[in-house]
T-cell receptor, first 114, second 112 residues
């Protein structure tokens, strides 16, 4: 059973470009979470999604950031018009239905904004 | 969610038991204690969780005091691969409260 997959693992963008980060949850998992880890800081929750629904987006910046988890395909975290402060590691986690207490994390996407 | 307090860093000799403490004096009756760890440059990894009884799995043991105001994660035979930042998280296991709130954790270094 493959773990949580994220791609790309590394992404370089220039200021003003768009960044799209993809997350494929573990097989059978219907809950996806996104976290951000700024350099030398702890992980911060961003958003929690179930298939086609955003359940909790209390950690998402109000502008430029959006997330989706369509019925088919991976979850996408989209950052529009990136700025240098968006440089961070973005981690996705998933959990199975009925066992939300355990979150399984992917390897992360390292975003560098030049 | 209750706030947790952990030592900033700890060392442990390889092969010895690593005991990582966590204080959560404001924990409420329906809050669980979770432990995750993050090895350098990797995603966090779930270790164990419990409510009030001690728990053990293939990775570690979790000892929760009777008043639940503190707990200890025990890695019975630490190896170099256990070097990581360990996070103690307290959370209500409720729908709509799934997010994990990571603090600064304890940086555990296993010494050869």
């Amino acid at each position: 059973n493959a773990g949580v997959m994220q791609n790309p693992r590394h992404l370089v963008r220039r200021r003003g470009q768009e960044a799209r980060l993809r997350c494929s949850p573990m097989k059978g998992h219907s809950h996806v979470y996104w976290y951000r880890q700024l350099p030398e800081e702890g992980l911060k929750f961003m958003v929690y999604l179930q298939k086609e629904n955003i359940i909790d987006e209390s950690g998402m910046p109000k502008e430029r950031f959006s997330a989706e988890f369509p019925k088919e395909g991976p979850s996408i975290l989209r950052i529009q018009q990136v700025v240098r402060g968006d440089s961070a590691a973005y981690f996705c986690a998933s959990s199975p239905p009925g066992r939300r207490e355990t979150q399984y994390f992917g390897p992360g996407t390292r975003l560098l904004v030049l | 969610d209750a706030k947790t307090t952990q030592p900033t860093s700890m060392d442990c000799a390889e092969g010895r038991a690593a005991n990582l403490p966590c204080n959560h004096s404001t924990i409420s009756g329906n809050e669980y204690v979770y432990w995750y760890r993050q090895i350098h440059s990797q995603g966090p990894q779930y270790i164990i969780h419990g409510l009030k009884n001690n728990e053990t799995n293939e990775m570690a043991s979790l000892i929760i005091t009777e008043d639940r105001k503190s707990s200890t994660l025990i890695l019975p035979h630490a190896t170099l691969r256990d070097t990581a930042v360990y996070y103690c998280i307290v959370r209500v296991d409720d729908f709509g409260n799934e997010k994990l709130t990571f603090g600064t954790g304890t940086r555990l270094t296993i010494i050869p």
